[in-house]
């Protein structure tokens, strides 16, 4: 087996879930562009300029739950964070913009890498295959969460997922919420506190039967939208004219009043266009402004609130919420 970051997991699917544990060096904040990915120009790359493996190895259940103890114990970290990656993206890919965020965001967690089978290619049969890959991965994920929400050391468990990655956190989620069980006190109990669900290309109609079907069995939800999101327009153009939860105008009706009514924490990251930028990415590539709320909220022991009813004012509170 090849313990290459690049090709550990490929696009293929496979019949059991599978465990590594990764180790990337980041260059100092100093030599680099925060926001960014230096990817090395060749291997094995400069620890000072680049992102660079410095550790990959395959590893069993058992050892996964003894190397999130362990972190737990060395870090006094409490709190996980699991990521999953979108559409278009290599293993070795994820892997670094995983290793990114965490870092430029300074949260205070233990990150977990929830990869599914993507092609990692920019072509109409790609994403089929890839969309298709997505629902076939929905109950490993969803048996993920329910494994690092039992850790003794947990204390919390928060959700990040992008693009198509949306479209497998929500199945995992409403496939939770179903076989639950859950009570009102349960739900209270529960350590998966928070979904960051960030640029979703997922089916608007899609969204809102999905959380009506989960209920209140699901933890708070904070929406990440951008509405001049050219990967979601070319989305919606594939799904036959289909809106997008991710390019949305949460100001607009019948998505304003629905959002309210659901308690859902939204995010409109519009305003933050630059020249050139990417707004499929834009959550991750602004740290300051983004991930930085993200942050703020975790190290605080806080969750995502939906305390207040005035949808308008939470979209105004963005930036102040991540000063």
Known sequence: MTTDTGEMFSGERAAEVSYAAITVSIPPDAARKVGEVQWPASLPGDPGTNFVTVSAEYIDKQ??????????????????LVFVHGFNNRFDEAVYRFAQIVHDSKVPVIPVLFTWPSRGEV???????????ASYSRDALESLLGTLTSYPGITEVNLLAHSMGNWVAL?????????????????????????????????????RAQIQRMGAARPRIALFVSQDDSALRLSRTIADDAPRLGNIDPTQEPYRSELERDKILVFDLTHM????????????????????????????GQTLSDQGTDLGGQLENVSTLAR
């Open 273 to 300: 266009a630059t020249a050139g930028d990417d707004a499929h990415g834009r959550a991750f590539d602004d740290v300051t402004s983004v991930m930085g709320m993200i942050r703020k909220r975790l190290s605080e």
């Open 171 to 207: 199945e995992a989620l409403r496939g939770r919420s179903i076989r639950g069980g859950q009570t009102v006190a349960s739900i209270r109990a529960d350590k998966l506190k928070n979904a960051m669900l960030v640029a979703p290309d997922v089916d608007v109609d899609v969204f």
């Open 63 to 80: 050892k996964f739950a003894a190397s999130i103890a362990a972190m737990a114990k060395q870090t006094r970290r409490t709190k996980v």
């Open 123 to 133: 072509r109409l049969r790609t994403y089929n295959y890839d969309r298709e890959s």
